[in-house]
Nanobody, 124 residues
């Protein structure tokens, strides 16, 4: 497994969770990283992304101001801090990586590696 996602769980609306995505190889330090999510019966959608050097971040409008993506290149890990969670945030969350010179994209088909997903359930 090259990307290992963790941190999902059950939380009440308004609560917080932090997801982690640990990469197995140091080369992932050079990869553009992102989080996607897929709710039951819906297509996979972009959530947030961070550049390889962690100097730029991108967010879907639906999570802007509530979620924060970060990258620790020493630990080769990407995080997604999720605050003020809403029931509509309920989904399986996936981390993804694009090989260099991967650029920002919300299209899941352009990402080369995927984690196994971690379930986030937000109760009302």
């Amino acid at each position: 497994v090259q990307l290992q996602a963790s941190g999902g769980g059950l939380v009440q609306a308004g609560g917080s969770l932090r997801l982690s995505c640990a990469a197995s190889r140091p080369t992932f330090r050079n990869y553009f990283m992102a989080w996607f999510r897929q709710a039951p019966g819906k297509e996979r959608e972009f959530v947030a992304a961070v550049t390889a050097s962690a100097d730029n971040t991108y967010y879907a409008d639906s999570v802007k101001g509530r979620f924060t993506i970060s990258k620790d290149n020493d630990k080769i890990t990407v995080y997604l801090q999720m605050n003020s969670l809403k029931p509509e945030d309920t989904a399986v969350y996936y981390c993804a990586a694009r090989r260099p010179p991967g650029y920002y994209s919300t299209r899941s088909s352009l990402y080369d590696f995927w984690g196994q997903g971690t379930l986030v359930t937000v109760s009302s």
